[in-house]
């Protein structure tokens, strides 16, 4: 489909490296500054990339111009990826986790429920390659410090088996000392 402007009318696509990491702009905030001769103007730029397969971050670039923002804020969401436990095609345990004046909530959910969140959260969550979660923002709806209650809770979810590995081995520590 052709605007009239002979442009095509779809949203951005999302990039994609060699690497297999997706980009994905969530956020752009225009800065101005005013100095004696007018205004200074500066782009803040978040950004999540994620693999799909349970590698996800964030990342916030700031530059006199958006593409440049949106270059830096990749890199530093490169730097910031995390690894996703996944429970099947959703997270493993419920969490929470409040960061600044944002609080995140993030809960698993059966087999076909989809991605119930919104903003940043849903971003980050359909690029980690998380299927099926109910996520809710509370608090502040910022979405930079949202983006990064996200990127912490999912930081903090615990696989249940490497949970209950760590339990046993801890007891098992303690046990031969005990005697």
Do not use: C, W
Not at 48 to 67: E, H, S, Y
Not at 114 to 129: F, K, Q
């Amino acid at each position: 489909m052709v605007s009239a402007g002979g442009r095509p009318r779809s949203s951005r696509p999302r990039e994609e490296d060699t690497s297999g990491v997706t980009e994905r702009v969530v956020y752009t905030r225009r800065i101005a500054k005013v100095v004696k001769g007018g205004r200074r103007l500066r782009f803040n730029a978040l950004v999540v990339v994620g693999d799909g397969q349970g590698a996800v971050g964030a990342g916030l670039g700031k530059a006199q111009a958006i593409p440049d923002a949106v270059r830096k804020g990749n890199a530093a969401a490169r730097r910031n990826m995390v690894k996703i436990p996944r429970k099947g095609s959703t997270i493993p345990h419920e969490i929470r986790v409040k960061m600044g004046a944002s609080t995140v909530l993030i809960k698993p959910a059966p087999v076909g429920t989809g991605i119930i969140a919104a903003g940043a959260m849903r971003a980050m969550l359909e690029l980690g390659g998380i299927q099926d979660v109910v996520a809710k923002s509370l608090g502040s709806r910022n979405p930079i410090n949202t983006a990064y209650a996200t990127l912490e809770a999912l930081r903090q979810l615990v696989k249940s088996q490497e949970e209950q590995g760590f339990r046993r081995s801890s007891r098992e520590e303690a046990a031969p000392a005990a005697q």
